[in-house]
């Protein structure tokens, strides 16, 4: 079987997924003094393809249910923990493998793996080669390309003319329409109002709770350590 994806780091790097501190120098990539909703995305968006890492925090409360995920996001590596209760994983991706570990439920009930895989599992590590369908999906999550997916559309989008208290930032907001199986959303993102036109936080709240994100350390050089024991996804996925 696939592993499935269903985290929070997915959520605000979707929302993402995600947000920051060096960053690219003023000039195209910085937001004028008196920026339309448009304008602002597009300088945001600039900014984001040429930043190489950022330090990202996420706090969600769904149903009552708390969960977190840290994650560092490199050009080419990067980390993810997530926790709620005794539901936790970590995947890790470097240029050349991706690894997943976690507890017995993070591994079920949040990654989607049967009970018989996570016992093949134990307290290894899966190790996913490059090229594989599972290291594309993680490295296209946890490495740089994925800073663009932090922004939404701007159809739908308003800028609002309030400015954040904490930074002076500028904050858009957005709705996202209920489906079958989620409640509608409304977000608000913060906007770096200086010569770096970065997300600085964003909050999404629904009828069932809500989700803070905070990205830091834009432009960190990310490093990260490679599991010792692993097990190869052909041993427990065999095809």
């Keep these: 079987m696939a592993l499935s994806r269903r985290t929070s780091l997915t959520l605000s790097l979707a929302v993402l997924s995600g947000t920051?501190?060096?960053?690219?120098?003023?000039?195209?990539?910085?937001?004028?003094?008196?920026?339309t909703t448009t304008s602002l995305l597009a300088a945001a968006k600039s900014a984001l393809a040429k930043e190489s890492g950022v330090h990202i925090v996420v706090t969600t409360t769904d149903d009552k249910v708390k969960s977190?995920?840290?994650?560092?996001?490199?050009?080419?590596?990067?980390?993810?923990?997530?926790?709620?209760?005794?539901?936790?994983?970590?995947?890790?991706?470097?240029?050349?493998?991706?690894?997943?570990?976690?507890s017995e439920k993070g591994l079920t009930?949040?990654?989607?793996?049967?009970?018989?895989?996570?016992?093949?599992?134990g307290s290894d590590s899966i190790?996913?080669?490059?090229g594989s369908s599972p290291y594309t999906t993680f490295k296209t999550n946890l490495t740089s390309g994925a800073f663009t997916q932090l922004?939404?559309?701007?159809?739908?989008?308003?800028?609002?003319?309030?400015?954040?208290?904490?930074?002076?930032?500028?904050?858009?907001?957005?709705?996202t329409a209920a489906t079958s199986?989620?409640?509608?959303?409304?977000?608000?993102?913060?906007?770096?109002?200086?010569?770096?036109?970065?997300?600085?936080?964003?909050?999404?709240?629904?009828?069932?709770?809500?989700?803070?994100?905070?990205?830091?350390?834009?432009?960190?050089?990310?490093?990260?350590k490679i599991p010792s024991k692993t097990i190869p996804y052909a041993t427990v996925f065999p095809s």
């Design 127 to 130: 190790i996913m080669a490059k």
């Design 68 to 102: 977190s995920v840290v994650a560092n996001i490199g050009t080419t590596s990067g980390t993810e923990t997530y926790a709620s209760g005794t539901e936790t994983f970590t995947i890790t991706v470097t240029p050349k493998d991706a690894y997943l570990s976690g």
């Design 151 to 175: 922004l939404p559309a701007a159809k739908g989008t308003k800028l609002l003319a309030k400015r954040d208290k904490a930074s002076n930032g500028y904050q858009i907001t957005w709705p």
């Design 20 to 35: 920051l501190v060096v960053g690219p120098a003023l000039g195209a990539q910085a937001a004028s003094k008196s920026p």
């Design 181 to 224: 199986t989620a409640p509608k959303e409304v977000s608000v993102m913060t906007i770096s109002s200086g010569s770096k036109t970065l997300p600085l936080k964003e909050s999404v709240v629904t009828s069932k709770g809500s989700s803070h994100t905070a990205f830091t350390k834009w432009g960190e050089s990310v490093s990260v």
């Design 109 to 121: 009930k949040v990654m989607g793996l049967t009970a018989a895989e996570q016992k093949t599992v």
